[in-house]
């Protein structure tokens, strides 16, 4: 099997730069796996699809790897598959979550569970804020790149959430929620209008989809982030999905209801921003 090959920041830099496109791989630290296929004002991410932690932190975790894989979004990816600018995170939030800023990043405790039956030292944590690092300056360079080519760009930044933490729980939370809190409204607010509107729409496995903006989350540090720095220029969604596609205690997911969730939601994306 070919390695994929790896990149540094400059190369990337470089090769949007120049519209040298298409061109794929790894980022040069590993912390991103990323798809350039053609120039677009759009781009999107999945920062918690991973569950890989290094080799040598995963001795030193205490917490197992389905209650991680609770709290991580497996299937997010599946989102970026249409998209001519595609960014998923390499590594699990439980080495370093990248929508948490650097001094809050690694977890000592998540969602009440122990994350480390040894912490990491600080050669280990350096390693893995430098990947942390390395992530928010490419979507940097990502920024720039789409706002070059329309004055504008748009960043779909793909999550899920688990809705019934005990058995039992009533389920009131809504199906899809868009994080918009950080961004500018004043600018983006007919196209962020719009987009919900048409999601209404949505039936998926003969249920239809109630969608809500800010319900239960307006968006995390990648989306603060970026909307502080390019404020009038970047309009970053935030998007969490119900994991109505997957078991959320086992992971299991399933398929057909995952297909019909990224064939319908990404057809209204398509239908309002025209990739």
Same mark, same amino acid.
């Given at each position: 099997?070919?390695?994929?090959?790896?990149?540094?920041?400059?190369?990337?830099? /470089?090769?949007?730069?120049?519209?040298?496109?298409?061109?794929?791989?790894?980022?040069?630290?590993?912390?991103?796996?990323?798809?350039?296929?053609? *120039?677009?004002?759009?781009?999107?991410?999945?920062?918690?699809?991973?569950?890989?932690?290094?080799?040598?932190?995963?001795?030193?975790?205490?917490?197992?790897?389905?209650?991680?894989?609770?709290?991580?979004?497996?299937?997010?990816?599946?989102?970026?598959?249409?998209?001519?600018?595609?960014?998923?995170?390499?590594?699990?939030?439980?080495?370093?979550?990248?929508?948490? +800023?650097?001094?809050?990043?690694?977890?000592?405790?998540?969602?009440?569970?122990?994350?480390?039956?040894?912490?990491?030292?600080?050669? +280990?944590?350096?390693?893995?804020?430098?990947?942390?690092?390395?992530?928010?300056?490419?979507?940097?360079?990502?920024?720039?790149?789409?706002? /070059?080519?329309?004055?504008?760009?748009?960043?779909?930044?793909?999550?899920?959430?688990?809705?019934?933490?005990? *058995?039992?729980?009533?389920?009131?939370? *809504?199906?899809?929620?868009?994080?918009?809190?950080?961004?500018?409204?004043?600018?983006?607010?007919?196209?962020?209008?719009?987009?919900?509107?048409?999601?209404?729409?949505?039936?998926?496995?003969?249920?239809?989809?109630?969608?809500?903006?800010?319900?239960?989350?307006?968006?995390?540090?990648?989306?603060?982030?970026?909307?502080?720095?390019?404020?009038?220029?970047?309009?970053?969604?935030?998007?969490?999905?119900?994991?109505?596609?997957?078991? +959320?205690?086992?992971? +299991?997911?399933?398929?057909?209801?995952?297909?019909?969730?990224?064939?319908?939601?990404?057809?209204?994306?398509?239908?309002?921003?025209?990739?």
């Amino acid at each position: 099997m070919n390695k994929e090959k790896r990149y540094s920041l400059k190369e990337i830099e /470089r090769r949007l730069a120049d519209d040298d496109l298409p061109f794929s791989g790894l980022s040069e630290l590993g912390s991103a796996r990323f798809v350039f296929l053609r *120039p677009s004002f759009c781009c999107a991410t999945a920062i918690h699809a991973s569950s890989r932690i290094r080799d040598k932190l995963y001795p030193k975790l205490k917490i197992s790897p389905e209650d991680r894989l609770r709290e991580e979004d497996p299937g997010t990816e599946k989102f970026l598959e249409s998209f001519p600018i595609q960014v998923i995170a390499a590594d699990s939030r439980y080495e370093y979550d990248i929508n948490r +800023e650097e001094s809050r990043a690694i977890y000592d405790i998540a969602w009440g569970v122990e994350v480390w039956e040894e912490s990491p030292n600080e050669t +280990e944590k350096k390693i893995s804020l430098a990947k942390h690092a390395e992530f928010h300056r490419l979507m940097d360079i990502i920024a720039r790149y789409l706002i /070059r080519l329309k004055g504008y760009g748009i960043i779909f930044d793909y999550h899920s959430f688990n809705y019934r933490r005990t *058995p039992g729980e009533p389920d009131t939370k *809504p199906d899809i929620n868009i994080g918009t809190g950080p961004v500018n409204r004043g600018r983006f607010g007919d196209k962020i209008d719009n987009f919900i509107s048409h999601l209404k729409d949505i039936t998926v496995n003969g249920r239809h989809l109630r969608v809500a903006e800010n319900e239960i989350f307006s968006g995390g540090y990648l989306s603060r982030r970026l909307s502080s720095g390019y404020y009038d220029n970047i309009l970053v969604l935030a998007i969490e999905f119900k994991k109505i596609y997957t078991d +959320e205690w086992t992971g +299991e997911i399933f398929g057909p209801v995952l297909e019909e969730l990224v064939e319908k939601f990404n057809r209204a994306v398509d239908e309002f921003f025209i990739r």
